[in-house]
């Protein structure tokens, strides 16, 4: 199975500054939210330190989750997020269950990305979202895009 090699944390205000678009843009600040591929968890914390959504880091490597749920109980939002090992070709969820995904730059990671989005589909409520790719977000201030 193909791990990728996580490199060195970006600045924490870029997870902020998306999560601020998506909250702005979408406007879903209850429910339940998943971070597929979460890494270190810094998207999903960021989310949940601006809502009231409960938070899933999902990613496929058990310590990088560990790290992501320290990093959460250091961010003080422990209470509002959960870890799951999983594959995003194969979500433990119910169809329909979830209100918002998030996966920034875990998608050029996928093994079947067509059976991925599929399945985030899948899970997703119909009034859902989902926002997959990767990029800064239209909130990071430009002599920050350059580090």
Partial sequence: MFRPQFPP???VSVYSSIASQVKE????????????????????????????LEVCLV???????????????QAGVKDKITGLQADVQMLP???ESVDLVLSR???????????????IYRILNPSGVAFVGGGLGRYLPEEEREN
Avoid at 41 to 49: K, R, S, T, V, Y
Avoid at 62 to 73: D, G, H, P, T
Wanted: glycine letters at 14%; proline letters at 2%; hydrophobic letters at 40%.
């Fill in 25 to 52: 843009d979408y406007g879903i600040i209850n429910g339940v939210c998943l971070d597929i591929g979460s890494g270190r968890g810094f998207l999903g914390i960021a989310l949940a330190e601006m809502t009231n």
């Fill in 9 to 11: 944390a970006r600045p």
């Fill in 105 to 119: 730059g875990s998608l050029f990671f996928w093994e079947d990305k067509i059976g991925g989005l599929k399945e």
């Fill in 93 to 95: 969820f119910r169809n």
């Fill in 59 to 73: 990613d496929i490597d058990r310590k990088v989750l560990v790290e992501a749920l320290q990093n959460a109980e």
